[in-house]
């Protein structure tokens, strides 16, 4: 199993305790039930940070989901931070079972990142994407741009991001990590055609979620 960069020092305690719960059961009084009950912890926690490779469609026509999880929301808003105008806002929540490792939707050259620090409120509700802490990339393709939103839920309280503006990306690189359990909002022009919607699984780097009209 790949394991996020991220993920090693947590694998590596909860691997440790579960090693020390098994020694001690061993050499003393036999108490396995202990070490039994973290074992399904030790590894969950190996199962969040994993980093599966993920193969999929790659066409400069297509835009892919940025998050394992569920649809949660498809709505037309207001985009004034990069789009600076209408948008399609697709909102795919992780709970803390999905892989947590994010991916970028489309090829092109990252123009924009801002991060707001913010609340942590409960990450499906559509105002999460205004006050929860944030982090915001807007990444130029060949059809025009799009804006990806890393939202941290109730329990995250930690939001990577892997590149600043200038990069150039590859469709289905890997962006970043939220951990634990949060919200990516993927934010395309009106004239991009949605083709997923609410309750429906994404699957990052994969499912395709939009089509460039036009």
């Given at each position: 199993?790949?394991?996020?960069p991220?993920?090693?020092?947590?694998a590596a305690?909860?691997?440790a305790?579960?090693?020390?719960?098994?020694?001690w059961a061993?050499?003393w009084d036999g108490?396995w039930w202990?070490a039994l009950?973290?074992?399904?912890?030790?590894?969950?926690?190996?199962?969040?940070?994993?980093?599966p490779?993920?193969?999929g469609p790659?066409?400069h026509?297509l835009?892919?989901?940025a998050a394992?999880?569920?649809v949660?929301?498809?709505?037309?808003?207001?985009?004034p931070?990069?789009?600076?105008g209408?948008?399609t806002r697709?909102?795919?929540?992780?709970?803390v079972f999905?892989?947590?490792?994010?991916r970028?939707p489309?090829?092109?050259?990252v123009?924009?990142?801002?991060?707001?620090p913010?609340k942590?409120?409960?990450?499906?509700?559509?105002k999460?994407s205004?006050?929860?802490?944030?982090?915001?990339?807007?990444?130029?393709?060949t059809?025009?741009?799009?804006?990806i939103?890393q939202?941290?839920?109730l329990i995250a309280?930690?939001?990577?991001?892997?590149?600043?503006p200038?990069d150039?990306v590859?469709?289905?690189?890997r962006?970043g990590?939220i951990r634990?359990?949060s919200?990516?909002?993927?934010?395309l022009p009106?004239?991009?055609?949605?083709?997923?919607?609410?309750?429906d699984?994404?699957?990052?780097?994969k499912?395709?979620?939009?089509?460039?009209?036009?």
């Amino acid at each position: 199993m790949r394991i996020a960069p991220e993920g090693v020092p947590f694998a590596a305690v909860a691997l440790a305790i579960l090693a020390g719960l098994v020694g001690w059961a061993w050499n003393w009084d036999g108490s396995w039930w202990i070490a039994l009950a973290w074992a399904p912890v030790a590894v969950w926690v190996l199962a969040f940070f994993r980093n599966p490779i993920r193969t999929g469609p790659r066409r400069h026509e297509l835009v892919i989901a940025a998050a394992d999880g569920r649809v949660v929301s498809i709505e037309e808003v207001d985009e004034p931070e990069y789009l600076k105008g209408k948008a399609t806002r697709i909102s795919v929540f992780m709970n803390v079972f999905n892989v947590h490792v994010n991916r970028h939707p489309i090829a092109g050259t990252v123009e924009y990142r801002n991060y707001r620090p913010g609340k942590f409120i409960n990450a499906t509700l559509d105002k999460a994407s205004q006050f929860n802490e944030r982090m915001s990339v807007g990444v130029r393709g060949t059809h025009g741009p799009i804006l990806i939103r890393q939202i941290a839920g109730l329990i995250a309280r930690r939001i990577v991001t892997d590149h600043a503006p200038g990069d150039v990306v590859q469709q289905g690189d890997r962006l970043g990590l939220i951990r634990f359990g949060s919200r990516v909002d993927v934010f395309l022009p009106p004239s991009a055609r949605v083709l997923v919607e609410p309750g429906d699984r994404a699957v990052a780097g994969k499912t395709v979620i939009a089509e460039w009209g036009q």
